[in-house]
């Protein structure tokens, strides 16, 4: 029997299909369809997922050995996941979903045999409010020709298994069944400068203020820890700067002539320039703003900076957009315990201001 749906376009995505297509893939669809400008891709569906392991796994041998790790079994943990992801990694995929990944493949680079493309993870219950599986699963860039994007597929699937990502799931009590990958394939930006943006701070949950860190080439090397990025504190009412921090930036990562990307010493004399300028930073807080209202909460926003594909200048490309979750989680919390009977807050407070 064939998959139902192997693959979907961005376009015809939303937070609604984050079931079908993972929570990266449901954001990245919501944001095309929202107007943002997201570098186009398709997305692998979690029924592709789900018909890959039936193949492989018909008895579902592989959720209930997961389901009966203890997470404090270090040891056997890593066995198991060593196993697992290499009987997917190396497992063959079925004739009509190779066939519909190398059709969307093909027609997002226009018929090129090895257009870029990063391959990235998007995992069902990943970039939610409630858990958050960013830097769990996996993400390939500058990946090209059919038979490595079939290959990083794969890769991302079994990434579901990596030690963190079963760990996590195991300490949190999330079951197994029922979970699912998605793989995003998304056309690369040649980002000159690229980075993070969150539209409250990190560090203080300031919600009047994005923070914007970024740094030159790719925004792996921010996400390795590489390099410091420099760093931007703007208002959202008048989107002035109130701070900048600009670092000594040493290295970059770039493309890869072979596919990949390879690290780059920064030249010399753009070391210590800001990687962003004034004008940059507008269109970053616009979007950003942007982003926030149509979601309707704070972001963590993945974003690049690089040639429109029409080759008419530059342009701010959207990579990921997920809800913040520490100050989120923060808020949440009640600021106060129940009382026993309604106006024993009320008394409490009257207390403290001495009032009788």
């Known amino acids: 029997m064939g998959v139902t749906q192997a693959v979907s376009p961005f376009a015809e995505l939303g937070m609604a299909s984050r079931p079908l297509v993972g929570g990266k893939g449901a954001s990245l669809g919501e944001l095309t369809r929202a107007g943002i400008n997201v570098p186009p891709g398709f997305v692998v569906t979690t ?5 890959f392991l039936a193949a492989i796994d018909p008895e579902g041998a592989i959720r209930r050995q997961v389901e009966a790790l203890s997470p404090d079994d270090l040891p056997a943990v890593l066995r198991a996941c060593e196993e697992i992801r290499q009987r997917i990694e190396t497992a063959a995929m079925r004739p009509d979903m190779e066939a519909a990944i190398a059709g969307a493949y093909a027609r997002l ?3 090129a045999p090895d257009g870029p493309v990063a391959v990235r993870s998007s995992a069902t219950s990943e970039d939610s409010a409630e ?5 769990l699963q996996d993400t390939y860039l500058w990946i090209r020709g059919t038979a490595n994007v079939l290959h990083f597929v794969r890769a991302c699937w079994a990434s579901l298994y990596g030690v963190e990502s079963v760990v996590y799931r195991l300490r949190r009590g999330l079951p197994e069944e029922g979970l699912a990958m998605g793989v995003v394939v998304q056309q690369m930006v040649n980002s000159r400068v690229s980075g993070v943006m969150f539209t409250r701070s990190p560090t203080t949950g300031d919600r009047s203020v994005i923070a914007i860190e970024g740094s030159w080439g790719l925004g792996s090397a921010i996400v390795s820890g590489e390099v410091t990025p420099d760093k931007v504190v ?4 008048t989107e002035e700067v109130i701070s900048r921090a600009v670092s000594h930036k040493t290295v970059m990562h770039v493309p890869d002539g072979g596919g990949g990307t390879r690290e780059e010493a920064v030249p010399e004399a753009r070391r210590d320039l800001p990687c962003l300028s004034d004008g940059d930073i507008r269109a970053l807080v616009r979007v950003g703003k942007h982003i926030e209202r149509h979601y309707g909460c704070p972001q963590d926003i993945e974003w690049a900076i690089g040639p429109r594909a029409d080759g008419d200048g530059e342009a701010v490309f ?8 520490i100050w989120s989680a923060r808020d949440a919390k009640p600021l106060a315990g129940p009382a026993a009977r309604p106006f024993d ?6 207390g403290k201001r001495g009032g009788g």
């Open 47 to 51: 029924e592709g997922f789900v018909a």
């Open 345 to 350: 807050h009320v008394f409490a407070v009257l």
């Open 109 to 111: 680079c226009g018929g």
């Open 234 to 237: 703007v208002s959202k009412v």
């Open 318 to 325: 959207l990579l990921q957009s997920r809800p913040e979750t």
């Open 131 to 135: 858990a958050s599986f960013a830097g």
